[in-house]
Every structure is written in C-alpha cells, then in structure tokens.
C-alpha cells in the first residue's frame, strides 16, 4: 500500500516547501529555528544544574551574598547583558 519515500519525493517536497515559503525567508526560518534551539537547550541545562544544586539537604548556615544575575538577548551573547536589580523585600517595587 504505501512505499517508502525516496529521492525523488524528498526533492518534490522541498521544490513545494521553496515554493510556499521562498528561497529568502528559509535562512531567516533556519536562523531562527537555530537560535530558539540554543536558547531551549541553555535554559533546560541551567534548569539541570539548578535541579542539582538544590539537591543537597543541608544548607550552609553562611552563605555568601549571590552573585547578580543579569540577563542575556542570546546564549553567549555578552554585549547586550545588563545586571538584574532584584527588590530585597517583596513589598518594595
């Protein structure tokens, strides 16, 4: 009933997905679908090794004050970095 797909169909699927979309806006589309995937993958491997660090049961009894956290447009991306101010108590905003 059904065969499988070849040389021929791949080619005939991508002539229909350049013709849909147009040989310009497939770069942007790649460039982008690359760049959301860096971004998923730094941020599910922050969330790993966020998961591990509060994995411990016992908390020192000092800590050192955190390190600011700033925020970045792009993984590596450290010319549009700027610091996060964060309210010490909740009520102040």
């Known amino acids: 009933m059904f065969r499988q797909i ?3 169909e791949i080619s005939l ?7 849909l979309f147009g040989a310009k806006k497939l770069p942007e ?3 982008s679908l690359g760049k959301s995937a860096r971004i998923l993958k730094s941020e599910a491997k922050a969330m790993k090794a966020e998961g591990q660090e509060s994995a411990p049961a016992e908390a ?3 800590q050192a004050a955190p390190a ?3 925020i970045k447009a792009a993984p590596g991306d450290v010319t549009g970095a700027r610091p996060v101010t964060e309210a ?3 009520t102040q905003r």
């Open 60 to 62: 020192p009894a000092e």
């Open 6 to 8: 070849g040389p021929l």
């Open 29 to 31: 589309m790649a460039r």
């Open 68 to 70: 600011p956290r700033t």
């Open 88 to 90: 010490s108590d909740s």
């Open 13 to 19: 699927i991508l002539l229909v997905v350049v013709l």
